[in-house]
């Protein structure tokens, strides 16, 4: 599955901000589990939410509470609605699809350019 993040930008904190994933094309897009995940400045790429085919979500503890993960099958989109953003969400955003196994997430396709979310404080 070919993925496009897009939505980031330029936020103040405490503002909002939605991301978004495509996948256009994808006549399997139904059966993908999807995940988003960022890259902060000093720190290793993170888990942020989970979507899973039958649209259960889990989230990282960091931003449970703040974030909303959802999928739109017919749109062939996986959103990341983000609330109450704080400077630590400042970073690189990517989308993609992942295997579960032994209940650990494991991406799937390539990373792609990700979307940048600049949280000032």
């Known amino acids: 599955v070919q993925l496009q993040a897009s939505g980031g930008g330029l936020v103040q904190a405490g503002g909002s901000l939605t991301l978004s994933c495509a996948a256009p094309?994808?006549?399997?897009?139904?059966?993908?589990?999807f995940a988003w995940y960022r890259r902060t400045p000093g720190k290793q790429r993170e888990l942020v939410a989970i979507?899973?085919?039958?649209?259960?979500?889990n989230y990282a503890d960091s931003v449970k509470g703040r974030f909303t993960i959802a999928r739109d099958n017919a749109k062939n989109m996986v959103d990341l609605q983000m609330n109450s953003l704080k400077f630590e969400d400042t970073g690189v955003y990517y989308c993609n699809t992942v295997a579960m196994a032994l209940g650990v997430p494991h991406p799937l396709g390539s990373w792609g350019q990700g979307t940048l979310v600049t949280v000032s404080s």
């Open positions: 979507i899973s085919s039958k649209g259960t979500t």
């Open positions: 094309g994808s006549a399997a897009f139904v059966l993908h589990d």
